[in-house]
């Protein structure tokens, strides 16, 4: 099984999405630490793998919107 190093998940501590290293993993309970502050939170496997899709679907819309202004500055 492939394991992430990083996970991105919002940080009780610093309040913010910052990238979580996978320290456990059983069955639909995942326990990951915060790569800033250390902070450990205990996370059902399914939100952390929501989360991080959710995540990777706001970078693509941040990314789009980039070429969206990009196009626009051509015409
Ligand atoms: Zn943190």
Do not use: F, K
Not at 20 to 49: F, G, K, M
Not at 59 to 73: H, K, S, T, V
Request: net charge negative; charged share 25%; hydrophobic share 35%.
């Amino acid at each position: 099984m492939e394991i992430d190093l990083s996970q991105i998940y919002t940080c009780p501590h610093c309040q913010m999405e910052t990238p979580h290293y996978l320290l456990a993993r059983r069955e639909e309970r995942v326990a990951i630490a915060c790569s800033r502050c250390r902070t450990t939170s205990l996370v059902n496997a399914v939100d952390l793998e929501n989360h991080q899709t959710w995540w990777e679907a706001e970078l693509q819309e941040i990314l789009a919107g980039l070429d969206e202004n990009g196009l626009d500055d051509e015409h």
